[in-house]
Structures are given as C-alpha cells and as structure tokens.
C-alpha cells in the first residue's frame, strides 16, 4: 500500500509530466516558456524535473497552464479507508 505522501508525489509527477509533454507538443522550448512566465531557462528546468525534490507552488501550476492556453481543474476524491 502506498502513503498519502507517495501518492501526493506522484499526483505531481503526473502533472508536471502532462504539462511538460503539452509544452512539447505545441513547440515550445524552456527558454520561451520561462520568456512568458517571466522567469529563467533554469527555473523552467528545476520545476518540471521537480529539482531538490520541490513541492511547485499552486499558483506556478496555475500560471505554467494558462501560458499553454489550458487551465488545472480539481477533484475531491474521497481516500479509502484503511
């Protein structure tokens, strides 16, 4: 059985992993992602290999998908009860 804390961990990964394949699909580079959220090449980078085992902020989520045009939605799904 798997922890709360591994199954938050990978929710990220799968998260961050779909926002970096869109970023793929539409041809964007790192350098012109980091362009329009204002920030550095590097900071693109340590965010989508989740760098120093970082938690990214909601907000950063938030932004990364609205400058790919989309946007995050959320779903309360009760846990199993062990």
């Given at each position: 059985m798997?922890?709360p804390?591994?199954?938050?961990a990978?929710?990220?990964r799968?998260?961050?992993?779909?926002?970096?394949?869109?970023?793929?699909?539409?041809?964007?580079?790192?350098?012109?992602?980091?362009?329009m959220?204002?920030?550095?090449?590097?900071?693109?980078?340590?965010?989508?290999?989740?760098?120093?085992?970082?938690?990214?902020?909601?907000?950063?989520?938030?932004?990364?998908?609205?400058a790919?045009?989309?946007?995050?939605?959320?779903?309360l799904?009760?846990?199993e009860?062990?």
């Open positions: 798997t922890t804390e591994r199954r938050d990978t929710a990220r799968l998260l961050i992993n779909r926002l970096v394949a869109e970023r793929h699909r539409q041809g964007i580079t790192q350098v012109q992602m980091a362009a959220l204002g920030t550095t090449q590097s900071n693109i980078s340590q965010f989508e290999s989740l760098g120093n085992g970082d938690q990214p902020r909601l907000t950063t989520l938030m932004r990364y998908a609205r790919l045009g989309g946007t995050i939605t959320f779903t799904t009760p846990e009860e062990s």
